[in-house]
């Protein structure tokens, strides 16, 4: 089965940036979405189409994609950035969806 | 306000049955593909099921297939989850999610999700 590897967690002080990786292999159509839940909330999509940011989302927010790895990237880290953050794929034959183990961010 | 709410959940004994109901508002429920994802306690999140606007495609995850039916009816704008021979593993935060138009893998909406509890 198709599978997706997060980092448990992530620690950074404010203002700092932070990168959440998301390892698995995939090809150039299985793109990957990020969400960040925080504690006793539903997911809330942050990137879409591995860099694209839905409105609304702020810009501090970024999503890339190298020959290897897809990252996360949270500029300007605040306290309420504080939450669980998932990255999501599709397995090849772009029916199922998979999500990784998901990272804690913790701030400093 | 564009919004889900679900519903239907509770405890059950393994073997039993559930129906979850997911009401939507604020949009065109008949133009989304809809999803259910799980959370176990503590745990991450998990893809179960997913239905195409027309319901013409659906999809199981291998965890449910055979014992979960994904249905909607468009007409009262509500996604449904029929949940039979449930298991312990089953146990966790249900949420249904809206399939973005510009993107049907991103999950734009989401619900504020209901428990189903799975235990003797």
């Known amino acids: 089965s198709y599978e997706l590897a997060q980092p448990p967690s992530v620690s950074v002080s404010p203002g700092q940036t932070a990168r959440i990786t998301c390892s698995g292999d995939?090809?150039?159509?299985?793109?990957t979405y990020w969400y960040q839940q925080r504690p006793g909330q539903a997911p809330v999509l942050l990137i879409y189409?591995?860099?694209e940011r839905p409105s609304g989302i702020p810009q501090r927010f970024s999503g890339s994609r190298s020959a290897t790895t897809v990252t996360l990237t949270i500029s300007g880290v605040q306290a309420e950035d504080e939450a669980d953050y998932y990255c999501?794929?599709?397995?090849?034959?772009?029916?199922?969806?998979?999500f990784g183990g998901g990272t804690k961010l913790t701030v400093l | 306000e564009v919004q889900l709410v679900e519903s239907g959940g509770g405890l059950v004994k393994p073997g039993g049955s559930l129906r979850l109901s997911c009401a939507a508002s604020?949009?065109?429920?008949?133009?989304?593909?809809m999803n259910w994802v799980r959370q176990a306690p503590g745990k991450g999140l998990e893809w179960v099921s997913a239905?195409?606007?027309?319901?013409?495609?659906?999809y199981y995850s291998d965890s449910v297939k055979g014992r979960f039916t994904i249905s909607r009816d468009n007409a009262k704008s509500s996604l449904f989850l029929q949940m039979n021979s449930l298991r312990a593993d089953d146990t966790g935060l249900y949420f249904c999610?809206?399939?973005?138009?510009?993107?049907?893998?991103?999950?734009?909406?989401w619900g504020q999700g209901i428990l189903v509890t799975v235990s003797s």
């Open positions: 999610a809206r399939s973005a138009n510009y993107d049907s893998n991103a999950f734009d909406i």
């Open positions: 604020g949009f065109t429920f008949s133009d989304y593909t």
């Open positions: 239905i195409n606007s027309a319901a013409y495609f659906i």
């Open positions: 995939r090809s150039a159509k299985q793109h």
């Open positions: 189409k591995d860099r």
């Open positions: 999501q794929s599709t397995d090849n034959s772009g029916d199922y969806v998979v």
